[in-house]
């Protein structure tokens, strides 16, 4: 099992990022997540195969989750962004079709490497 993130880099306050995660797609959810300097792994947003994605309330409205089963590859796009969105972000793939607002590796058992997003001035 392989994902990939990629995209992350350093924007300025109010900027926008893409990120992508590069996974072999399949009828099974993939979750966004990240983790900022000293703090634990949170949740950020995921996306099912089919059916509504869902964000956690801090970044609803600003963030955008999307999947292309054609390239394989699930996308979030971060908009608005403030320095409070720094950390490492990651995707992993859910067990089952089901989004969990949950950073358990129970739920999310593959995950891959990710990739730094710096918000700052």
């Known amino acids: 099992v392989q994902l990939q993130a990629s995209g992350g880099g350093l924007v300025q306050p109010g900027g926008s990022l893409r990120l992508s995660c590069s996974v072999s797609?399949?009828?099974?959810?993939i979750g966004w997540f990240r983790q900022a300097p000293g703090k634990e792994r949170e949740w950020v947003s995921c996306?099912?195969?089919?059916?509504?994605?869902a964000h956690r309330n801090s970044v609803g409205g600003r963030f955008d989750i999307s999947r292309d089963n054609a390239r394989n590859t699930v996308y979030l796009q971060l908009n608005a962004l403030k320095p409070e969105d720094t950390g490492i972000y990651y995707c992993?793939?859910?067990?089952?079709?089901?989004?969990?607002?949950?950073?358990?590796?129970?739920?999310?058992?593959?995950w891959g490497q990710g990739t730094l997003v710096t918000v700052s001035s």
């Open positions: 992993a793939r859910s067990r089952n079709r089901l989004c969990v607002s949950s950073s358990n590796s129970y739920y999310y058992p593959d």
């Open positions: 797609l399949d009828d099974r959810a």
């Open positions: 996306i099912p195969s089919d059916g509504t994605p």
